[in-house]
């Protein structure tokens, strides 16, 4: 049975279709059982997609960005994407330390022609992660990772541990999708695995939750590190920690080695809160130790759909999953230095590429004073934040709607992204937009 | 049609052709070597330079998650290894594990045009194809990984040998593979449960089926359909002190399997350094304890015919342990506890591989003796037509070692410079020092590329003889290198960085300068069932993948679009055999 449409280059759209198995491009889950149906170009209906999901497939037409765009004494004004390209390449050129920023909202091709734009500009090239999962990296940097897969967790976990992470709200189907259905060794999951939550206020998933433990803010790393204490045996001489009482760490501690088969997804409450970094070491090594005792597995809870890709296709490039400087010639890494917001905020950074992604509405305040002083190249499908104040717009089509492509699985699992219906006119994929600039660059650099 | 070249006064070393240093010219055209020069074809004079097949590795890591991971975890290593962008070629990083680019022209600028990937996950096939696309100057092809797949075990429970077959082939047509590797067979499952299985007669948990079951039934599997390369089999009990006992079992266990069409060989051992851990009398399986296997192995290997080995040569310095032996990589971190990283895949590894950074270093005592296990095996071994050279890079040291590993082959000089800086214990663990045999470059040829090339099944590669593929090296030899065993760093230097490396007919290195970045193929088996028994298959792999994947059954194929540009694909006819 063929239940899926394989895109080939051309194949047709007819004026009404349904869609099955389509990779959902909005949450890392990348749940790939979306059925759509599809009328005159147009998605009509989402089958099993979340409200996120819904929302993004059947709005994708709106707050589009009509057409090229350049400002020009103030104005944004509409240009061919041949002038927009001009220009664009012209603007990165005399730049002195230009940056490319975004990408995880996109698929990895685009990835790919953002490193050859970024080499041969000389410039940095960072992706979302240096402000989500970024800390990630740098823990597992320091002690490894000991990663988990989805189905595995569905066959074999007994103790799920949320930790400063809410996917009721940010992964809606999560929890429906991996921990609730029974598995091929868990048959029923509401009996006999457990959910517990660690986080700094109840949430919704903290409500579903089997145990809730509430710590208090800033205190991750403290808690995580008495609890590795506790499982490598040490006595403590503290009452509390994080507002826990070292009893129920105790018991805490004793659980975890106890069960079966763990696993421990994380969320921005344990990567961005006070500790950052180390706060994700502490839990690798937690993690780690455990593995002495039983089965224990970690999967971070990663946001945009394909952040994971785009830590991927840098690390296979150049050897590094984010923050990249390409100034010397080759790739060098530092977060705090190449990383966007550090950039922009002293003020290095004269032009910013933006790909898929709203840095103007998400970056502190003093980053954004540098922002609107310098001239932005925005590459998006949609208006955003970033675009009113862009001096180039050029929107694109949208990855695993309007243009095929791939992305991968918050555990690692890459994916085929599809192509459901044509962008709208005149309108191509971000990674021809970025071949553009390149052949531009090129043509007027002979670099 | 192309005016092609001629390399003329050539001195050729061609085992496959039995030529053994003749002077010779070359001529190629349409990335062919052919009979008779084209009117207008370039001419290039060698001069009398060594001429060799293009190298062929069979057994190195170079794409894939694992790799992403590990060069996720070392920022450190990166940084002493920077490798900037040139007018021909794209910036990355070096070091144990090369970005992808760096990959390609590292291995091109040694004289290598074909590498294989042995450690696949078929599950994320498609990562692999993407990353192939960022790796140019070789030749490629991947092999899937099944010895630990609950499908796998499905069929080997249900002692359904056709249909064990069916999978594989489907397998391979989805992703895009190229042969079937099985790494601790059943191990590394049990690795979900926390255990490893170390004999061959243990349960693997859930299943009630041993390592033995599956490792007979995968190798018999290869067989029935007739796959160009043999069962890739990275034994149970790898790492232990002590395993090549279980080695010897392991093989000896599969002895009985008939090759398909009357072949001898049915199984592949491949970094036997690894399993080839000896124990000494009335030992412990600690590491105190470890002498050298590569005698015994050699004893077995001259008597018995039916498997074909890769070295795996330890090479002293840093390294990056990476295999989907979990509970193996697990015991590594606990004593070094440096960095462990890992990754369970749906299914297919559910207990999960390890990544280990790892330095061999000459004052360990368990090093040293390492170091001694594969060059023993080497050098005491009768056919060299079934051995081929690997550093399993980077598990042993990363592939820019092979002129070093060459170098301990071709002189006792050189090895007798590096006992020097090991540990005594090598003296009393191993026989190294007692062997005088080195090897000549014929020998070197062999083992590089005519006897990988022939291990893997290629008939068009590894050799010069007419229709080959032009993949060829030439080292920047003069007439004065003769007797080069006495001169090890002049073996290095022409190992190094060949004068001139040919792909596809195409120049694309020279005096270590990566000039040109073509692509190269990826070599895929395409199975071809009769109708009845591909609908079989997709009818019971459907349901089943549906229940136990986290993703649908249709997504789970590399779609064409990433494979068309490199894919060269062997139809495999396989309706004789009846599901
Ligand atoms: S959970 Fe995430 S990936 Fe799944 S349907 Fe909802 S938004 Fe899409
Ligand atoms: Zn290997």
Known sequence: ?447 | MSDGIVLRNGLVFDPANGINGEKMDLCISDGRIVEKEGAGAKSIDLKGRIVLPGGVDLHSHIVGSKMSLARAISPDYHRLDPVPRTKSTRSGVGYTVPSSYVIGYRYSSMGYTTVIEPAMQALKALACWEELSNLSNLNTGLMPMFGNSMLTFHYVRDDDLNGLAGYLAWVLRAVGGFGVKAVNPGGTYAWAHRRNIRTLDMEVPDWEITPREITRMLCKAVELLGLPHTLHLHPNNLGCVGNIETTLVQLEALRDIRGHAGRKQIVHLPHMSFESLGMVDNGSPVWNDVQSGGCQLAEYYNKNEHFTVDLGQITMGPAMTMTADGPFQFSLYKMTRGKWASSTVDVELPGGGGIVPYEYRPSSPANSVQWAIALEFALSIDDLWRCAISTDSPNGGPFSKYPLVISWLMSKKQREAWIRRLHPLVLERSIISELDREWDLYEVAITTRAAPARILGFSMKGHLGIGADADIAILDSKTEDTDLSKKPNRIIRLFERTYQTYLGGQKVAQKGKVLTTPYGHVSTIHPVLDESDWNRMEKELEPLMNSWYSHSFCNYSVPERYRLPFERKSILDATAISL
């Open chain 1, 1 to 447: 049975m063929i239940c899926c449409i394989y895109p080939r280059e051309g194949f047709s759209i007819s004026s009404k279709k349904t869609v099955k198995n389509v990779p959902c491009v909005f949450c890392g889950c990348l749940c790939d059982d979306i059925a759509l149906e599809v009328e005159n170009n147009r998605i009509v209906k989402n089958i099993n997609g979340c409200s996120l999901s819904k929302s993004k497939f059947l709005n994708h037409l709106e707050d589009r960005l009509l057409g090229p765009a350049v400002r020009i004494n103030g104005i944004l004004v509409e240009v061919s994407l041949e002038k927009a390209v001009a220009h664009a390449a012209e603007a990165l050129t005399s730049a002195r330390r230009p940056l490319i920023y975004g990408l995880s909202s996109t698929e990895n091709d685009t990835h790919q022609e953002a490193y050859y734009l970024a080499e041969l500009l000389g410039g940095v090239v960072d992706n979302t992660s240096s402000v989500c999962h970024g800390t990630s990296m740098i823990g597992s940097q320091e002690s490894g990772d000991p990663l988990g897969s989805l189905a595995e967790v569905r066959h074999r976990a007994d103790l799920v541990v949320y930790w400063g992470s809410n996917p009721q709200f940010a992964h809606p189907r999560h929890i429906s999708r991996y921990i609730r259905q029974p598995g091929e060794y868990m048959q029923n999951p509401k009996k006999d695995r457990k959910i517990w939550v660690f986080d700094v206020r109840s949430t919704a998933t903290s409500r579903i939750a089997d145990e809730f433990f509430q710590i208090e803010p800033g205190t991750d790393l403290e808690v995580i590190s008495v609890i590795r204490a506790l499982v490598r045996g040490h006595e403590m001489d503290i009452d509390r920690v994080g507002g826990l009482a070292i009893e129920d760490l105790a018991k805490i501690s004793e659980a975890m080695k106890s069960v079966r088969y763990g696993v421990f997804f994380y969320g921005l409450g344990l990567t961005q809160s006070k500790g950052q970094h180390r706060n994700v070491d502490a839990a690798i090594r937690l993690i780690q130790d455990l593995n002495s005792f039983t089965k224990w597995v970690m999967i971070p809870m990663r946001g945009h759909f394909n952040v994971a890709g785009a830590n991927e296709t840098s690390t296979w490039q150049t050897g590094y999953p984010f923050a990249v400087d390409y100034s010397r010639g080759y790739p060098r890494y530092q977060p705090g230095e190449y990383s966007a917001v550090d950039l922009i905020r002293r003020r290095e950074t004269d032009v910013l590429l933006n790909v898929a992604a709203d840095p103007v509405a998400h970056f502190p305040r003093d980053a954004l004073e540098h922002l609107k002083r310098i001239p932005i190249i925005n590459l998006d499908p949609k208006r955003n934040v970033t675009s009113l104040i862009a001096e180039v717009n050029i929107p694109t089509a949208i990855a695993g709607i309007e243009c095929d492509g791939a992305a991968v699985r918050m555990d690692g699992l890459p994916l085929y992204l599809r192509k459901i219906v044509e962008p709208p006119e005149g309108i191509i994929p971000d990674r021809d937009v970025l071949k553009l600039i390149i052949a531009r660059l090129r043509m007027v650099t002979k670099r």
